[in-house]
Nanobody
Framework: QVHIVESGGGLVQPGGSLRVSCAVS????????MAWYRQAPGKEREVVAR????????NLADSVKGRFTISRDNAKNTVYLQMNSLKPEDTAVYYC????????WGQGTQVTVSS
């Protein structure tokens, strides 16, 4: 049974940094591309970053390019999102899944950017 646990969110001031993590179990993690998504209140869930199975290729949404970095540790079945220069518009619940959204969603981790 697949289980996803996102963690690391919190309250941060504009311009600050956070690293969120996503641990996946019950899944051949190392064989799949992974992605980070976010959902702000009243908005649809959107993809913000993707990473290839071995971690050699990444893709970021224009809104976060140059500020966010996605990485993964296949030995730990974990994908990370390092977020720098955070803006209030980055406030959302952050989730991970495959790019095809093929796994059951975790509970997400809340990131709030506010002074």
């Amino acid at each position: 049974q697949v289980h996803i646990v996102e963690s690391g969110g919190g309250l941060v001031q504009p311009g600050g940094s956070l690293r969120v993590s996503c641990a996946v179990s019950g899944f051949t993690f190392e064989s799949y591309y992974m992605a980070w998504y976010r959902q702000a209140p009243g908005k649809e869930r959107e993809v913000v970053a993707r990473i290839s199975s071995a971690g050699g290729m990444t893709n970021l949404a224009d809104s976060v390019k140059g500020r966010f970095t996605i990485s993964r540790d296949n030995a730990k079945n974990t994908v990370y999102l390092q977020m720098n220069s955070l803006k209030p518009e980055d406030t959302a619940v952050y989730y991970c899944n495959t790019p095809r959204r093929s796994l059951p969603w975790g509970q997400g981790t809340q990131v709030t950017v506010s002074s």
